[in-house]
């Protein structure tokens, strides 16, 4: 899964930065402010099965020289790994 972020300039849409999120990470809110973009996400602990992600983290982005670049990783807590 990634994240892509779009600009418009003179009615044209182009991309500003796309990044990898993971091909297992789940996302559960996204919003954008001041320019940057924060997201809700369920990602994998060390001991978490492929399947089943259990932290409980915000991730935020900014947009910086053409790229998407992480700017903060908070571990918010943990949920219950849901059965495969």
Do not use: F, Q
């Not at 492929?50 to 790229?67: D, K």
């Amino acid at each position: 899964m990634c994240l892509a972020v779009v600009s418009g300039d003179d009615g044209a849409v182009k991309n500003a930065g796309t990044v990898a999120l993971g091909d297992r990470t789940r996302v559960r809110a996204i919003s954008i402010e001041d320019g940057g973009v924060t997201l809700e996400v369920l990602s994998h602990g060390e001991s978490d099965p492929m399947c089943c992600p259990s932290e409980l983290r915000v991730w935020t982005y900014a947009v910086t020289g053409g790229e998407l670049i992480r700017t903060g990783d908070e571990l918010v807590g943990t949920v219950e790994p849901e059965e495969p």
